[in-house]
Every structure is written in structure tokens, then in C-alpha cells.
């Protein structure tokens, strides 16, 4: 079993739709981070959270440590939002390296 | 501002030649520094980190090596490049506490 599993894999919606991604993970972690990677491979990060809810333009990213759960939303979705969005999440430990789950491809059609 | 550099951008190379990529980061100093893969299909995967010059831990067994010969230097090598090494190779800095900056990274593909 993978130690983060996002859901789900990939997600076709329409223009102005609600976007869930769920996230879960099965170690202990210090942080929990949400990337968006682009066709070209280029990855920005999002969100870095600790506890509670964080908001950014029409993203909102949430975590239940007590769950181990995470989901990123994305309200009133847009062509140019489609991309991989990879939950990673990161050790106690100094080094910070993180573990990543496998992302999950969206596709928003106009 | 930190801005993190990697070249080449792209690169085809043959089984058994050698393997040099090299990130460099500004505007910061003694960042943790990693190295990533993405293979075709398959999620990102720790490679290599360093803590300081010279310090480097290896996640994954295999071919690769990496090196941190200055401060925001950190450079992926391989002597024999085999045809599981193509992939999406990401560079990448923070610090302890702080989110994670990607470079832009770089595609291998071994022939």
C-alpha cells in the first residue's frame, strides 16, 4: 500500500464546476503539501499545510491531521485549471524530503 | 527572490553514455537540495538529498549519484545510463519547516 493515495485518478468536468481531490496518507507527518504539475512537467506548489484550512483565489486546501485526510477543492473550475495535482506529504525528520502520491490528472472542458 | 535553474532542459542520450544534470539556486544560502524522478506513469520518487556541501543521502539504490560540490550546486550523475533511467528529473530546495521550490526540470530519454 502506498504511503499517500490520492483520489480520485483522473476527473473530467465542465467549465464552472466544484473540484474535489482527496487526499490520505499513513505515516505521521509534519506537513502535507499540494502541487500542480502542467503538460510540460513543471510543478508549482499550491498549499503547504499543517492543520486546518487554507484559502488562495478559488482553491482551498483542507487537512484532518486526526484522519490523516486532505482535500483540495477548487471552486468555479476553468480550462486552464487542468493539470495533475500531487498531494505530497513530508517526514518529521530535518532532511524534509518529501513523499509524493501519484496525482490525480484533471481535465476541464468548456 | 530564489529562483532555481536546471539544464539541460531536455536530453536524449544512449544506453551506457554517462549522465551529468546540474542545479543551481540563487537568492538563498544552505538550502536543503533534492533530486526527484518521474517516470512515465508513475509518481514522483526521492532520489538523492543534501543538507550542506558534500552531504548527500541516497534514497533509492541504483546507478545514479549525486554531488554538492558548492553551497547551491547539486549535480545528478551516472556513469552507464540504462534505459529504466528516462524519465522527468526535478530539482528542488527548502528549508526546514518552509514548502518545497521546484526547478523546471529536466526530461531524459534513454535510447
Known amino acids: 500500500k502506498n504511503e499517500v493515495e490520492q483520489s480520485p485518478q483522473n476527473l473530467t468536468a465542465q467549465e464552472g464546476e466544484f473540484i474535489t481531490i482527496n487526499c490520505s496518507y499513513s505515516?505521521?507527518?509534519?506537513?502535507l503539501h499540494w502541487l500542480q504539475q502542467h503538460p510540460g512537467g513543471g510543478i508549482v506548489s499550491l498549499f503547504m499545510?499543517?492543520?486546518g484550512k487554507k484559502k488562495h483565489g478559488r482553491l482551498i486546501a483542507t487537512i484532518n491531521i486526526q484522519e490523516k485526510h486532505s482535500s483540495l477543492h477548487i471552486t468555479a473550475s476553468h480550462p486552464r485549471d487542468s493539470a495533475v495535482y500531487i498531494c505530497?506529504?513530508?517526514?518529521?525528520?530535518?532532511?524534509?524530503?518529501?513523499?509524493f502520491g501519484k496525482g490525480t490528472k484533471l481535465s476541464v472542458k468548456p | 527572490s530564489q529562483t532555481i535553474h536546471q539544464w539541460p532542459a531536455t536530453l536524449v542520450q544512449p544506453v551506457g553514455s554517462p549522465l551529468s544534470l546540474e542545479c543551481t539556486v540563487e537568492?538563498?544560502?544552505?538550502?536543503?537540495l533534492y533530486w526527484y524522478r518521474q517516470a512515465a506513469g508513475r509518481g514522483l520518487q526521492l532520489l538523492f538529498y543534501?543538507?550542506?556541501?558534500?552531504?548527500i543521502s541516497s534514497e533509492v539504490p541504483q546507478n545514479l549519484s549525486a554531488s554538492r560540490p558548492q553551497d547551491r550546486q547539486f549535480i545528478l550523475s551516472s556513469k552507464k545510463l540504462l534505459l529504466s533511467d528516462s524519465g522527468f528529473y526535478l530539482c528542488?530546495?527548502?528549508?526546514?519547516?518552509?514548502?518545497?521550490?521546484f526547478g523546471p526540470g529536466t526530461r531524459l530519454t534513454v535510447l
Open positions: 537568492g538563498t544560502s544552505n538550502p536543503n
Open positions: 499545510l499543517s492543520s
Open positions: 528542488a530546495w527548502s528549508f526546514p519547516s518552509m514548502g518545497q521550490f
Open positions: 505515516v505521521g507527518i509534519s506537513a
Open positions: 505530497a506529504v513530508r517526514g518529521g525528520g530535518s532532511q524534509g524530503n518529501l513523499i
Open positions: 543534501s543538507v550542506g556541501i558534500g552531504q
